[in-house]
């Protein structure tokens, strides 16, 4: 009993059909019993043009209702015939009538009740999905066709008892959408059992593992419940079956011709002669004109492209090629395709080379439209590729894509996305044009560029440890994340701004190279997922030889991270961020210089203060020991910074900031004080967050302190 596709007219595994849910009748129809003068027994089906096709009735032996009948004959409705009524504890007693009609050729569970009471079995569809001669009158019509009609004749003879609504499932060809046809046919299969036992254990115990992990489950599901594999298919295409039929029979389907099984017809003759005991040549041999599934071609590719004799020779006997390349590394696929393709990959591995094919098996996401419907040419739901290249580049779609599709899950597919990629790629192309315009002399060089290069060396090894990380692990997107805040944030929104010589003024030479160096970096970080940007920039940017292309270029290592420099910029970049904040909220010109004062309550690494100075544009940085009257003012790390009220500046605007300022932070006090006081928190939480906690209230308690302090002073 295999799966029959009536539009291909082919068979097909159980992996090809998809199961649908779908809103269906199901008929109850009454069969006489024979021999009687008005006793009748009924049976509902969603399927009444296979009637014609029934052997037998069956009932549950323990179902007092029908006890009586077991053993009698019912007659078949429209057909006439005798069929008998026969008891099996297969049956549900609760589902439709309890009354089961058994169709042994055109459903998997009859075809089974059929083998074990020894039924007749009357195939009544031709290949097409068309009734044949057993289909009486209805022979030629469609099923569909002929389910409506026959309900109706079955009404009209007195048969039908009624109609209902009803949901079930139907399996549809994945190929043709067709309704499949459970049909009995004579096809070459695969014993499974044994056979994907190794693959199982080598995915469960970690050998091959899974990104995302979770897939593990579903594939333990259907390796576990993996049925024998149909591999004969009825197509015009497609590796032959290599089996060969010879003698009585041989250009006949028929169960008992008898055939060997070889690799080529030389060796089939050979076999075919030593079985039949008599001397054969090619013209007595007919080759099966059936084909493999495509998968079962498909499951040797880690072998037959390096090696097609793998299978004839084995492992120990294989080329060079494949014992360099066998087994690699990692593959990327579709989650749809893990049994089709990936399982039967590993089983294939297994058994012909006694190893893993792949050690790491990455599973991609669906993409689906707005309304989460998965992209396809039917459903007319998927952009033009070409038209988004050349609305938003490749790489732009690249990044749109690749940035919001981690591993495993589907992506919601918007062309705002492939946005947000062509604005990357105008940002790098904007800071090339930024490097490559200015002109370098022999100059000194400034304090806050070499500030800026120690910074930017650490961030850039930090952000490599990350983005390894991510590697590692299969985080694509995150990687991707990691070095799009690297370049847009870091880079050029701090690092280049910092380095950035005065209007018409040239940079000197150290921070140039240093620049450039860093930009080489970037460039090959970015490289796989912008390979024709970084690529086009990697020449600009310095002069190449021939061949010396970012593509064959290896990644930057990182190197030494020094966190006490990172942790130090973290807060000059807060202190040049909030000067900023001052000046957008009193329309302050950036080209206006400001004066800073800083009171340090905390020890304050002054280290960077050359930053400060250039980013904020300020004319005096000092530092005092008393608060400055009359200025703006903001905290950071519980340090004060003043920068002096200038002209026509409105006090009270600024205490009413700083008073907003004091109830959000006795609003986040709250919400510290009610877990530092709520003893199932305090039970149950880590010392170190407890210990975080703690430190939490102590820098708001400092800060609202500061703040009250201010308020006051403003009057």
């Known amino acids: 009993m295999i799966n029959w596709d009536p539009a291909a007219k082919t068979a097909l595994s159980d992996e090809e059909v998809e199961h649908k849910e779908v809103n269906s009748k199901l008929y109850f129809v009454r069969y006489k019993i024979a021999g009687t003068a008005d006793e009748w027994l009924t049976i ?54 309890g009354c089961l009609k058994v169709t042994p050729a055109h459903d998997l569970n009859d075809y089974e009740l059929g083998k074990k009471h020894k039924l007749e079995t009357l195939d009544i569809l031709n290949d097409d999905g068309t009734l044949n001669a057993h289909g009486l009158h209805y022979n030629g019509k469609d099923r569909f066709e002929v389910r409506k009609a026959i309900a109706a004749e079955l009404d009209e003879l007195g048969y039908m008892v009624k109609v209902e609504d009803h949901i079930n499932k139907v399996g549809y060809s994945e190929r043709t959408s067709a309704v499949i046809e459970p049909k009995l046919s004579l096809q070459w299969f695969v014993d499974m059992k044994d056979l994907s036992k190794p693959a199982l254990d080598a995915v469960m115990n970690g050998d091959i593992k899974f990104y995302p992990d979770n897939l593990k489950n579903t594939y333990r599901h259907w390796m576990e419940n993996i049925k024998d594999w149909c591999i004969s298919r009825q197509l015009w295409w497609g590796h032959q079956i290599p089996a060969w039929y010879y003698g009585e029979g041989s250009d006949v389907a028929a169960a008992d011709r008898q055939y060997v099984v070889a690799k080529t017809i ?23 004109e059936d084909v493999l599934d495509t ?32 087994p690699t590394n990692d593959l990327v696929t579709a989650p749809e395709i893990m049994f089709f393709w990936v399982a039967r990959m590993i089983i294939s591995g297994y058994e012909y080379t006694g190893k893993l094919p792949f050690k790491n098996v990455y599973y991609t996401g669906i993409v689906r439209d707005k309304l989460g419907r998965k992209m396809s040419k039917s459903l007319g739901n998927s952009p033009d590729p070409i038209d988004l290249i050349e609305q938003f580049g490749a790489d732009g779609v690249r990044v749109g894509i690749l940035i919001s599709s981690p591993a495993g899950n589907d992506l919601p597919f918007d062309s705002s996305q492939c946005e947000q990629g062509r604005n990357f790629a105008n940002k790098i192309w904007n800071a090339f044009r930024l490097v490559n315009q200015w002109e370098w002399r022999d100059i000194e060089q400034p304090e806050a560029s070499k500030i800026a290069i120690s910074w930017f060396e650490n961030k850039l090894n930090e952000a490599m440890l990350n983005i390894n990380d991510h590697f590692d692990k299969f985080r694509i997107s995150d990687a991707l994340m990691a070095t799009y805040k690297l370049v847009w944030d870091d880079f050029c929104a701090m690092y280049l701004e910092v380095i950035k010589p005065g209007y018409q003024q040239p940079i000197d030479a150290k921070t140039l190279e240093s620049t450039i160096v860093f930009f080489e970096k970037l460039l090959k970080l970015l490289h796989p997922f912008m390979p024709f940007v970084t690529e086009e920039i990697w020449h600009w940017l310095r002069e190449r030889n021939e061949g010396d292309d970012i593509i064959i270029s290896a990644l930057p290592k990182a190197g030494t991270v020094d966190q006490n420099i990172l942790k130090n910029f973290e807060l000059t970049d807060e202190v040049i961020t909030n000067i900023r904040n001052i000046r957008k909220q009193n329309n302050i010109a950036t080209k206006i210089e400001l004066e800073l004062f800083v009171k340090a309550n905390k020890d304050l690494d002054k280290t960077n203060d050359a930053v400060i100075r250039k980013m904020g544009n300020l004319s005096k940085l000092e ?20 920068i002096p009220f200038g002209e026509k500046v409105d006090v009270g605007a600024e205490k009413e900031k700083l008073v907003q300022e004091l109830e959000y932070s006795k609003g986040s ?8 006081h709520n003893e199932k928190f305090m039970a149950g939480a880590p010392e170190a967050v407890v210990a975080s906690e703690r430190k939490k209230e102590a820098d708001i308690l400092g800060k609202i302190k500061l703040l009250e302090d201010k308020i006051a002073e403003l009057g």
């Open 44 to 97: 509902s089906t969603t399927r009444p043009e296979t009637i014609l096709g029934d052997t037998a009735i069956c009932v549950n032996p323990n179902d007092a209702r029908f006890a009586n009948l077991v053993g009698k004959k019912a007659v078949v409705p429209i057909a006439n015939r005798e069929i008998p009524i026969i008891a099996d504890e297969y049956v549900d007693m609760e589902f439709g009538t």
């Open 266 to 288: 030389d060796e089939a003759v050979k076999l075919a002669s030593e079985k039949s005991g008599r001397s054969l040549t090619e013209k007595d041999l007919k080759q099966d």
């Open 295 to 326: 998968w079962f071609s498909s499951w040797l590719w880690p072998t037959s492209v390096f090696d097609p004799s793998i299978v004839k020779n084995g492992f120990a006997n294989a080329n060079a090629d494949l014992k360099y390349y066998y």
């Open 623 to 642: 530092y005092v020991t008393e608060k400055v009257t009359n200025s703006f003012s903001f905290i950071s790390k519980n340090n004060e910074y003043f």
């Open 669 to 676: 006090l709250a919400i510290i004080y009610k877990k530092l």
